[in-house]
């Protein structure tokens, strides 16, 4: 049985960020994550570092919050980060209250803004509508929230902190009334380990209700599932948002090589069974493609959908309940962390830990903000081009990740899921979507020995079959294309079978 | 703009449009062949499926869904296509082994074995079933070839990695043309002492003289050599197209290499033009008829939009096989996507149907209801096809 201080559920940002707080203020804490870091809402985002222009009409507290963080990230995560800036375009029709109210809201909360005329912004984007009557500038930018979570595990791991990632928790073990650990089962293993501790933090988004019933406890939340798309090329160097009252397909991201584009909005019941529609597609692209026309033409690689954990408000259009964050003291041992968004998990992590050192009466204060990330050094930072300086044994193509680095991260991580290495090295997250760097990945893995040839298959075909699930629903033009010489790679070249 | 004057016009240069070509061409019509490019059968392992749904190719064919294009074309034909690109084949070089009465096996590159009918002969002598122990010859760098995959399936593989000092498949493949280097490549393989059965090799052995190469190894080692086809580019696809190519050429027919059709010109009944793109001007080819062999979507011949799926140059009916939704099923794995039945429908002559036009024959992958995956089709049907289309169309003229 393992003892430690704080036992935090859940390995998205949130989590991520309380365990970087708990080992900068001297805390014994082990994290729990059922599958792999940033797998849940945080790794299916826009990866948006929100200015709050977004939000200051609807929610100004949210987005004086998102604000005052983005600065802070900037600062501290800064090879997580490329600063964009964000322009916020009006559209023939677009309401010009609304403009107003945007300005006004922004002067409030001293979000910095230029508005400036459509030939400027063309100038800035040329793949803007020329159409458009004019775009407020705004200090958005674009975070990875993989690395961003790595990095911040990264803390904790060099201060004692313990990990366990693909483990889920079962049980929570209680004592008199009082939640005093949890069990949690090896996904890979069954091995079931206990852990005990004397504070537990249920940050498990879209799951914290389902884990809070396992002490007895409610979280009422809405679960709002949004779905994005990836373009197959970056059409813009500026975050674009429409410069209206948030709505469906009104935010298109520059991402490395690739453009994220959503969001829809829906309410679900079940964060493990969330499905895109054709629908969802179709309204994300027609909705941006008046904001950047080239979109209509332009290949979607994959649709994703993320689960948003919001607090439970009786307002019916999910759009409207604050993106504000809530904790949840449960007076036993066990604290709930809910709501909220990426561009705000490191305040929450501090609330979360200014309110565990209060009930442990320790005083020492939040430095998080302060101290840059560890290990980012290490790191080539965001320019695509410092990459292409080491060209040799490229094995994915489309984001330029070489045999060097992929060996890198096995041997650090001893990972025996490809999944792992694609959320460490962005390796099959541009165009082909793992279509041919997957099967390299997997012969390397087995090189290395840390797979067995038997497992490197199984993982082929459960790799393809997930891979599959993502872009389905946007196959058309080029991209069907292409999907069709994958699959003829397969399953004619290739010759694999149906699995049993 | 030029005029030129043909018999027949050839849209697309995969193996369907090379092979109506040449058949044309030889029969003493002036045949032009127009492509936007290099065809899929670059791509490709360079295998001639027929049908790989029973053992006998003949057999499957019977009992492939009676909408499917190969009940267009009677058994004698079928027949006669395959004999004559066996005998082209041989002539140019690359010869091939098998027959349409049993289909014979492939080892992939993922150690599963893939049905085909036809084979280029440097895959003749590959495991036809799981007892044949073999060594496997990787090449240092070479990314898209993985032997742990092979040995996942056959348990006792041996291999040895050879550093050839270039690592892409094609650059590795020009090194064995070179006598230097095949020479002192197998001096190094000498010094191996394999003890296994077999010795395969990714398909990297030459760019056109892979028989021969082969060959020699096997002789010089006295072992039994194959190759083991690899994700593209793939050197027996490539071979396989050069070979048509010439073959095409040699029987007079003539290429428009890299003049896409960008427009047509119709009276009636009849196409009679086709205008293309090229440097400088653009070109109409005046043809007595048009053999349409284009593709699917990876070949060009037909796209996707959200809405529907269109035929790219004449914007022929298309055969859908319904709303976007259909077109893929959830399961990768399922061989049953709907979208495979996507094309155009043809008649008995292989004329499109619901068009006015009499002088389109149309061949190949761009036909309905192929599922040339589920159907084991590939290249064969294309053959077929091929043949059918090219009979039709000098009837026509005639």
């Given amino acids: ?500 | 703009m030029s005029v030129t004057e043909y018999d027949v016009i050839i849209i697309g240069a995969g193996v369907a449009g090379l092979t109506a070509g040449a058949f044309l061409a030889g029969r003493g019509f002036k045949v032009a062949l127009v492509t936007a490019g290099e065809p899929t059968a670059c791509l490709s392992t360079g295998c001639i499926d027929v049908c790989s749904r029973d053992h006998n190719p003949l057999t499957g064919i019977k009992e492939l869904p009676s909408a499917h294009p190969f009940h267009l074309v009677p058994e004698k034909i079928i027949r006669e296509s395959l004999n004559h690109f066996q005998a082209a084949m041989t002539e140019m070089g690359i010869p091939y082994t098998g027959a349409l009465e049993e289909n014979r096996l492939v080892l992939s590159a993922l150690g599963t074995f893939k049905t085909s009918c036809l084979v280029p002969s440097t895959m003749q002598a590959a495991p036809q079933d799981a007892r044949d122990i073999i060594h496997i010859i990787s090449f240092a760098g070479l990314k898209d070839f993985y032997p742990s995959y092979i040995i996942s399936r056959l348990k006792n593989t041996g291999v040895s990695v050879y550093d050839a000092g270039v690592s892409s498949t094609m650059s590795i493949a020009s090194q064995f043309e070179e006598e230097e280097f095949l020479e002192s490549f197998i001096v190094w393989l000498q010094g191996q002492n394999i003890d296994e059965d077999k010795i395969a090799f990714p398909a990297v052995l030459g760019l056109e003289s892979a028989d021969k190469i082969a060959k020699a190894i096997a002789t010089r080692i006295g072992k039994p050599v194959f190759e083991i086809p690899t994700i593209p580019p793939s050197m027996p696809g490539r071979r396989l197209f050069n070979a048509l190519k010439d073959y095409f050429r040699k029987k007079g027919g003539e290429i428009y290499w890299g003049w896409p059709v960008i427009g047509v010109e119709k009276s009636g009944k009849v196409i009679e033009a086709v205008m293309t793109a090229s440097k400088g001007r653009p070109n109409s080819l005046n043809g007595k008829a048009i053999i349409l062999a284009t593709g699917s979507f990876v070949g060009g011949g037909l796209s996707a939009t959200r809405e529907a799926i269109v035929e790219n140059i004449f914007n022929l009916p298309v055969h859908v096989p319904g709303p976007r939704e259909t077109w893929f099923d959830n399961d990768y794995f399922s061989f049953n996507h709907g979208i495979g039945r996507a094309g155009i429908k043809v008649d008995s002559s292989l004329r499109p149907e619901g068009t006015q036009w009499e002088n389109i024959f149309v061949c190949g992958g761009i036909l309905a209801d192929t599922e040339i995956l589920k159907s084991g089709c590939g290249h064969g049907l294309a053959l077929a096809t091929a043949h059918a289309a090219a009979k039709s169309c000098m009837e026509y003229i005639r």
């Avoid at chain 1, 559920?9 to 949130?14: E, H, S």
């Avoid at chain 1, 500026?238 to 209206?244: D, E, G, Q, Y």
């Avoid at chain 1, 453009?259 to 909005?265: D, E, I, Q, R, V």
């Avoid at chain 1, 629903?473 to 080029?478: H, I, K, Q, R, T």
């Fill in chain 1, 1 to 500: 049985m393992i003892k430690t201080d704080v036992i935090v559920i859940g390995g998205g940002a949130t989590g991520c960020g309380i365990a970087r707080d708990l080992a900068l203020r001297g805390i014994p804490h082990c994290l729990i994550e059922k599958g792999d870091f940033a797998a849940g809402a945080t790794g299916a985002c826009h990866g948006l570092l929100h200015s709050g222009g977004r939000y200051v009409v609807t929610d100004p507290i949210a987005a004086k919050e998102c604000y005052d963080e983005n600065l802070i990230l900037r600062r501290i995560a800064e090879k997580c980060v490329e600063q964009t800036g964000g322009l916020f375009v009006r559209l023939p029709g677009d309401s010009k209250r609304f403009r107003e109210m945007f300005l006004r809201g922004c002067e409030d909360i001293s979000i910095p803004t230029e508005v400036i005329s459509s030939t400027k912004a063309l100038d800035l984007v040329p793949n803007l509508n020329p159409d458009i009557e004019e775009a407020i500038k705004v200090p958005d930018c674009s975070i990875d929230p993989f690395r961003l979570c790595m990095l911040n595990i990264r803390t904790s791991q060099l201060r004692g902190g313990m990990i366990f990632i693909r483990h889920k928790v079962t049980e929570i073990v209680r004592s008199h009334g009082r939640c005093v650990g949890i069990k949690a089962t090896d996904q890979a293993t069954g091995e079931v380990r206990e852990i005990r501790g004397n504070v537990i933090v249920n940050a498990t988004g879209a799951w914290a209700d389902m884990i809070a019933s396992l002490a007895g406890c409610e979280v009422p939340m809405t679960l709002d599932k949004g779905s994005l798309v990836i373009t197959n090329h970056r059409l813009t160097n500026m975050v674009i948002n429409r410069l209206r009252p948030p709505s469906d397909g009104d935010i298109v991201v520059p991402n490395e090589a690739v453009c994220l584009a959503g969001t829809t909005s829906m309410a679900v019941t079940d964060p493990d069974n969330i499905k895109i529609e054709s629908t969802e597609v179709d309204t994300i692209t027609s909705e941006v493609g008046r904001m950047i026309p080239h979109f209509n033409n332009t290949r979607i690689i994959r649709a994703f959908s993320g689960v948003r954990p919001l607090l439970k408000s009786k307002k019916m259009d999910s759009r409207e309940i604050s993106r504000g964050f809530q904790i949840i003291d449960h007076q036993n041992g066990m604290y709930s962390i809910v709501g909220g968004k990426l561009t705000t998990f490191r305040l929450m992590a501090e609330k979360m830990v200014d309110a565990i050192m209060a009930s442990f009466n320790l005083k020492k204060a939040c430095e998080t903000a302060e101290i840059p990330l560890e290990g980012q050094g290490e790191l080539s930072g965001y320019p695509l081009s410092k990459r292409l300086a080491d060209m040799k044994d490229i094995v994915c193509e489309c984001e330029l990740v070489n045999r060097k680095e992929v060996e890198r991260i096995i041997k650090q991580t001893g990972t025996h899921n490809v999944g792992d290495i694609q959320h460490r090295t962005r390796l099959g997250m541009g165009p082909c979507q793992g279509g041919f760097c997957t099967f390299r990945a997997l012969g390397i893995m087995n090189d290395m020995s840390v797979i067995s040839p038997e497992q490197s298959m199984d993982m082929l075909r459960g790799f393809l079959q997930r891979r599959f699930r993502g872009i389905r629903y946007a196959l058309w033009g080029d991209q069907l294309r292409e999907e069709q010489l994958v699959e003829y790679i397969y399953l004619g070249i290739l010759a694999m079978e149906k699995p049993k």
